[in-house]
């Protein structure tokens, strides 16, 4: 299967810009005859803290980007905001009004949305958005995805649970260039840790005093980028065999040698 990554500068002042702009890495990727199509974190607006204004729009992204998977035959992964449901609220009076969410579409209908587990609580990401509860994965072309965002990336657990089904991991994300290494080491780590294909879509262009550059990538289970690392606004493809991962976890299955129940005993005693 062939996916496309969408490294796009994303300009929070202009989103119908941002939306022609989507459209135009639709018609590249319809060129390059690819089968699914990843945009980065918070797609249309970048990483915001206008919470209200970007969370109210949530039905109209996510709209957008379910018509541009019909439109375009294509597997649509995409980020945006929503508000959380008001019974949730009701529940927990004490939360963030509004999720950070990954979205995954298909012939017009959304088929996954993933509500970051891990606010960004350095950037105040946690002073407006509610951390997510559940893991999230899709069935697509006998391939099982996994999915994630940005600073989920630092958190190991979530990405070994992922991976006891998953086989390819996204991860959307708008990560700056002044820890841009760290973005490459952990794919890199997540994809020979967890025996998946990792891909990792990132942003470019500058946003709140930040610069971001790029280096999305897919890594294989091997820890190979098979991508060529770009830093400019571009559409970057690369090439997956699932049936690589399937193989390699016959021949090679490290997640049997997996001591859960020590893992679990350790975490407890570790809290006396």
Known sequence: MRIG????????????????????FFQKAVENQVDCIVFPEMTL??????????????????????????????LTVFGYTEPVPEERLKEHPDWNHYYNRLGIAENGELKLNYAKIHPFSY????????????????????TTLGAFICYDLRFPEIFQISSEKSEIIFVIANWPRSRIDQWDTLLKARAIENQVYMVGVNRTGDGDGLHYNGHSAIYSPEGDVITTIREEECLLIGDIDPGVIKEMRKTFPMKNDRREELYIKMWKNSML
């Open 45 to 74: 607006t970048g990483f915001s803290m206008n919470v209200e204004e970007t969370g109210e729009k949530a039905e109209k992204q996510v709209h957008f980007f379910e018509e541009m998977s019909r439109k375009y035959k294509m």
């Open 5 to 24: 990554m969408a490294q796009m500068d994303i300009s929070w002042e202009n989103i119908e810009d941002n939306k022609k702009k989507v459209e135009e």
């Open 123 to 142: 950037g105040f990401e946690g002073d407006y958005y509610q951390g997510g509860r559940k893991l999230k994965s899709v069935e697509w072309k006998d």
